[in-house]
T-cell receptor
Framework: DAGVIQSPRHEVTEMGQEVTLRCKPI?????LFWYRQTMMRGLELLIY????????DSGMPEDRFSAKMPNASFSTLKIQPSEPRDSAVYFC??????????????FGPGTRLTVL | RKEVEQDPGPFNVPEGATVAFNCTYS??????FFWYRQDCRKEPKLLMS???SGNEDGRFTAQLNRASQYISLLIRDSKLSDSATYLC??????FGAGTRLTVKP
């Protein structure tokens, strides 16, 4: 199994530019999560999808952030316009939500974003 | 108050020591609990689930105290390779800030 795939692994951009982060969850998983990790705030849940439908986006910082999941095998997190305070590591995770199984999350390697 | 709180450490212990971390949570209706491990510049990975009755996996023991709303992780006979940040997770997606452990020779 390839695991959760994220791209790009590193992104350096200038303030005001649009940034798109991509995630391919593990095949067969039905829930997908986007997290942001910084030294100051730790690992924060931004949004999660269940069966491609956004369930909880209360963690999305502001309107500059948007996330989509057009199908079961792909999701994007977009920041427009980007700001220096958005610099962080963005993780995508997926899991198979089943009442009989533990909801173990499998994380991708993360995208390290630097906004200058 | 944060949903999930952990002592950030760092905990610096010698090899072979026993070390314990606690994690408190605010939502009394929480149902699922986990410990994840994160190595430097890597993604978090599941270490173990936490069951109501407590559970053990080799040198690692996890316990849940619903009355006081905390979970704990005990590491016995610590190894150099145990050095990492340990994150507690409540209800699948609420992560604590992590406790950093360094095991020294």
């Amino acid at each position: 199994d390839a695991g959760v795939i994220q791209s790009p692994r590193h992104e350096v951009t200038e303030m005001g530019q649009e940034v798109t982060l991509r995630c391919k969850p593990i095949s067969g998983h039905n829930s997908l999560f986007w997290y942001r990790q910084t030294m100051m705030r730790g690992l924060e849940l931004l949004i999660y999808f269940n069966n491609n439908v956004p369930i909880d986006d209360s963690g999305m910082p502001e309107d500059r952030f948007s996330a989509k999941m057009p199908n079961a095998s792909f999701s994007t997190l977009k920041i427009q316009p980007s700001e220096p305070r958005d610099s962080a590591v963005y993780f995508c995770a997926s899991t198979l939500r089943d009442r009989d199984l533990e909801d173990t999350q499998y994380f991708g390697p993360g995208t390290r974003l630097t906004v200058l | 108050r944060k949903e999930v709180e952990q002592d950030p450490g760092p905990f610096n212990v010698p090899e072979g020591a026993t070390v314990a971390f606690n994690c408190t949570y605010s939502n009394s209706a929480s149902q699922s609990f986990f410990w994840y491990r994160q190595d430097c510049r890597k993604e978090p990975k599941l270490l173990m689930s936490v069951y109501s009755s407590g559970n053990e996996d080799g040198r690692f023991t996890a316990q849940l105290n619903r009355a006081s709303q905390y979970i704990s992780l005990l590491i016995r006979d610590s190894k150099l390779s145990d050095s990492a940040t340990y994150l507690c997770v409540v209800n699948d997606m609420r992560f604590g800030a992590g406790t950093r452990l360094t095991v020294k020779p």
